[in-house]
């Protein structure tokens, strides 16, 4: 077992380990907005930052993100101070210049005590912080269907090789290789991603989708390159994909109490 000193309490971790989770697990609050548990961290926010240092540092300390900076034996981590205060504050100051109006951000702000930024709004805002979070859900499913594009104010997502945003009226470059799973859409904190389930299916990124019910039921289930893309990933039959979670349960309950029921009067 392995052991560093947070906030002045000596705790243990295991190897791999990230300051975020021994924070966690140790019931210590970091505020985050671009690390997901499920996801690689990225490291892009910065709002995650701690001050680490080591006795042999003679006073040196180094602002890491939590999120990323593995946890090292006798490493001493401090997760509040002024200068930390300031720097989160700083991150969102510029959230709330880049999405004045978005309620994520302006709640954001409310939490450091920002009623608005201190720096000029963009011109034209929108609702993307940039946290990169359905860039990343969309290459753990698989589909890779968006990435990161254009550069400075222009920075956004959407799909890859599409032309420059300010080269293209907005809207006009559907996502080649979406298969309108929605991961993106629910993992967004803003709610940026937009898409709409109607009579006809579904519509995300600019391109329509049919929507496949339930075999049993009727519920909706999701899109054909869903659950085709899906079998195709785990290995198991197309079939498999065609029930909804309730019908499947329901079905393994019947076929168990038939089992029962079999070896009961046998
Ligand atoms: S809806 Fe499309 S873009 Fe969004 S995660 Fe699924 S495949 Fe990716
Ligand atoms: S669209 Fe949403 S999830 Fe994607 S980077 Fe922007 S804020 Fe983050
Ligand atoms: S949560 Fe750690 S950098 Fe964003």
């Given at each position: 077992?392995?052991?560093?000193?947070?906030?002045?309490?000596?705790?243990?971790?295991?190897?791999?380990?990230?300051?975020?989770?021994?924070?966690?697990?140790?019931?210590?609050?970091?505020?985050?907005?671009?690390?997901?548990?499920?996801?690689?961290?990225?490291?892009?926010?910065?709002?995650?930052?701690?001050?680490?240092?080591?006795?042999?540092?003679?006073?040196?300390w180094?602002?890491?993100?939590?999120?990323?900076?593995?946890?090292?034996?006798?490493?001493?981590?401090?997760?509040?101070?002024?200068?930390?205060?300031?720097?989160?504050?700083?991150?969102?100051?510029?959230?709330?210049a880049r999405?004045?109006?978005?309620?994520?951000?302006?709640?954001?702000?409310?939490?450091?005590?920002?009623?608005?930024?201190?720096?000029?709004?963009?011109?034209e805002?929108?609702?993307?912080?940039?946290?990169?979070?359905?860039?990343?859900?969309?290459?753990?499913?698989?589909?890779?269907?968006?990435?990161?594009?254009?550069?400075?104010?222009?920075?956004?997502?959407?799909?890859?090789?599409?032309?420059?945003?300010f080269?293209?009226p907005?809207?006009?470059?559907?996502?080649?290789?979406?298969?309108?799973?929605?991961?993106?859409?629910?993992?967004?904190?803003?709610?940026?991603?937009?898409?709409?389930?109607?009579?006809?299916?579904?519509?995300?990124?600019?391109?329509?989708?049919?929507?496949?019910?339930?075999?049993?039921?009727?519920?909706?289930?999701?899109?054909?390159?869903?659950?085709?893309?899906?079998?195709?990933?785990?290995?198991?039959?197309?079939?498999?994909?065609?029930?909804?979670?309730?019908?499947?349960?329901?079905?393994?309950?019947?076929?168990?109490?038939?089992?029962?029921?079999?070896?009961?009067?046998?």
């Open positions: 077992m392995h052991s560093m000193q947070l906030n002045g309490r000596l705790v243990n971790f295991e190897a791999g380990q990230t300051l975020l989770e021994v924070a966690r697990a140790n019931e210590v609050p970091i505020p985050t907005l671009c690390h997901h548990p499920g996801l690689e961290s990225h490291g892009g926010c910065r709002l995650c930052v701690v001050e680490v240092t080591r006795a042999e540092w003679d006073g040196w180094r602002m890491v993100s939590a999120c990323e900076f593995p946890a090292a034996d006798d490493l001493i981590v401090a997760t509040e101070s002024e200068r930390l205060s300031r720097t989160r504050r700083n991150v969102v100051d510029l959230l709330l999405c004045p109006e978005t309620p994520f951000t302006v709640a954001l702000g409310r939490d450091f005590g920002l009623a608005k930024s201190s720096l000029a709004p963009r011109a805002p929108d609702d993307c912080i940039l946290c990169g979070l359905c860039v990343r859900v969309c290459a753990a499913v698989g589909a890779h269907a968006i990435a990161g594009a254009d550069r400075g104010v222009h920075k956004q997502v959407g799909p890859p090789y599409a032309p420059p945003s080269e293209r907005p809207g006009l470059a559907p996502a080649g290789d979406c298969i309108g799973c929605l991961c993106c859409a629910e993992i967004c904190p803003t709610g940026h991603i937009r898409y709409e389930n109607n009579a006809q299916g579904r519509e995300i990124w600019g391109r329509s989708f049919r929507v496949v019910e339930c075999a049993s039921c009727g519920a909706p289930l999701g899109t054909p390159e869903q659950l085709d893309h899906f079998a195709a990933r785990s290995g198991l039959s197309r079939d498999y994909f065609e029930r909804c979670d309730a019908c499947s349960k329901l079905d393994t309950a019947r076929a168990f109490d038939q089992q029962v029921m079999g070896e009961g009067t046998s």
